[in-house]
């Protein structure tokens, strides 16, 4: 089994800046990417960004220049930091990982999602 746990959204005003957070826990074998998906009200949910294990990363044109993503391979972490925040940013962000269990079963994992709201 793994887990993602998310931590870090809330409420915060226009141009301000939010940092998210997701730790991968349980039978982890190797991780190959980490990234952060979005769902706002009546949309679809959208790629926000990605993260290699070699670092190689993926952002959605929205938040290029804004939000930067991270991770500590360590830790089977991966962060956003979210700068200039915007009403359109609000969502639900859903942490997401690419990984295997064992040398042979690869696969994907969410998060439950944690809360964004950009308001005044």
């Known amino acids: 089994q793994v887990q993602l746990e998310e931590s870090g959204g809330g409420l915060v005003q226009p141009g301000g800046s939010l940092r998210l957070s997701c730790a991968a826990a349980?039978?982890?074998?190797?991780?190959?990417?980490m990234g952060w998906y979005r769902q706002a009200p009546g949309k679809e949910r959208e790629l926000v960004a990605t993260?290699?294990?070699?670092?190689?990363?993926n952002y959605a044109d929205s938040v290029k220049g804004r939000f930067t993503i991270s991770r500590d391979n360590a830790k089977n972490t991966v962060y956003l930091q979210m700068n200039s925040l915007k009403p359109e940013d609000t969502a639900v962000y859903y942490c997401?990982?690419?990984?295997?269990?064992?040398?042979?079963?690869?696969?994907?994992?969410w998060g439950q999602g944690t809360q964004v709201t950009v308001s005044s």
């Open positions: 997401y990982a690419d990984l295997h269990s064992s040398w042979s079963q690869r696969a994907d994992y």
């Open positions: 993260i290699t294990s070699y670092g190689s990363t």
């Open positions: 349980g039978s982890i074998f190797r991780i190959n990417a």
